[in-house]
């Protein structure tokens, strides 16, 4: 009987994390340490591998805030590599000054959290973090 009841609880277990293992879906969030830099990801899937999205900085100390709303355009595509690694871009700017980035995202999803980071440091300032740690 307690076999038969720990193996129960394996499958459930297993059944739950693989079920939420790579729901990207949903808005997630970070605010910097200082409370300055407020920095949003609202994801959707469009397929098991494929995720859009758009994304929301608000720089309260230099009074910038750059927001996307799906209506106007995704500026966040991701593609999973592998288990909970998903690597897209992310368009970042406005007018000619507009620019695409590398982004890598890897999904906890015993925390419910998202290691957010720019494949590749920029040399000029940007407003978008080169590496947070999201919530939903």
């Known amino acids: ?3 038969k009841l720990l193996l ?14 790579q729901d990207l879906s949903g808005k997630w969030r970070w605010n910097s340490d200082n409370g300055q830099v407020v920095y949003s990801l ?9 995720v859009t999205g758009v994304h ?4 309260f ?3 910038i805030t750059e927001c996307s709303t799906p209506e106007e355009e995704y ?6 590599i592998t288990e909970n690694i998903f690597k897209g871009s992310i368009l970042s700017g406005t007018g000619k000054e507009r620019e695409m980035r590398d982004i890598q995202i890897q999904y906890l999803p015993l925390e419910d959290r998202i290691i957010f ?6 040399e000029e300032p940007f407003l978008i973090p080169v590496e947070a740690i999201l919530q939903r």
């Open 56 to 59: 929301c900085i608000q720089n």
């Open 1 to 3: 009987m307690e076999k």
């Open 75 to 80: 500026t966040v595509i991701l593609v999973k």
């Open 8 to 21: 129960i609880a394996i499958l459930l277990f297993v059944y739950i994390t693989s079920t939420q293992a």
């Open 61 to 63: 100390k230099i009074k």
């Open 117 to 122: 980071s720019l494949t590749t440091v920029p």
């Open 42 to 50: 609202t994801l959707n899937h469009i397929s098991k591998d494929r």
